[in-house]
């Protein structure tokens, strides 16, 4: 049976034609974007926060970081309570990373599966002449996962 032919691709060209159906998720990128910067920026939170309690654990008095604090005891209840809710901040902003970007890859990927059976649809009987139908789809879902 006849056999697919090979092209060279050319990756920058192939890149250019697959953006196109990244166009509706620009917002969702924008926001896995966004999520990813803050997880990042409170992973590093976590440790300059530790380092204060270790401080004010070491030293027994109070650093300037929590002026409403009037004892140590309460300065380190601040400590603790804000590096909890940066955590739980940091969790959500992980699952809005993982999240967004799976539901918009998995709807991405079927675009793309859409527009080539579109493709598909629209070329000559001759092409399918030569051509076995699973070889054809086969070659489509293997392509697109």
Known sequence: MGAFKTYEVKPVRSFWQLRAFLKPYRWHMVAVILA??????LN????????????VVRTQSLSGLIPWAENITSHLLWLTLIFAGTQIIRGGFQFITSYVAHVM???YVSDVRVGL???LQKLSLRFYHDKQ?????????????
Do not use: F
């Open 36 to 41: 990813t910067v803050g997880v990042t920026g």
């Open 44 to 55: 590093l939170l976590g440790p300059w926060i530790i380092r204060e309690v270790t401080a």
């Open 105 to 107: 890859a998995w709807r």
């Open 117 to 119: 059976y579109h493709h």
């Open 133 to 145: 139908t699973g070889e054809v789809m086969s070659r489509l879902v293997n392509t697109t996962s």
